[in-house]
């Protein structure tokens, strides 16, 4: 077996409990399923990658003349216009 480090984890009592009563309903140790459910946690993200943000970008020429230089609340308004915002 490899090396192994002990460490102090805090968990909510109920998840303690549910936990206890699944390693005793399947003969394992509550170790057995902190580090089934890490493995399984640690092998989804490998899976998964990187989270990427699609492009979303459009043709267009900038801002309107009535949205240029103007503040947040300004554009927020001009957004919202007619929008119920």
């Known amino acids: 077996m490899g090396s192994h480090m002990k ?4 968990l ?7 936990v206890r009563t699944i390693a005793a309903r399947e003969g394992v140790t509550v170790r057995t399923l902190i580090e089934q459910g890490l493995r399984q946690t640690l092998n989804q993200r490998k899976q998964h990658g990187r989270f990427r943000l699609r492009k979303a970008t459009f043709k267009g020429r900038g801002l309107s003349a009535a949205a240029r230089g103007v503040g947040w609340e300004h554009l927020r308004a001009l957004t919202y216009a007619g929008r119920g915002g």
Not at 7 to 10: K, S
């Open 12 to 18: 909510s009592d109920a998840l303690l409990v549910e």
């Open 7 to 10: 460490t102090t984890v805090e």
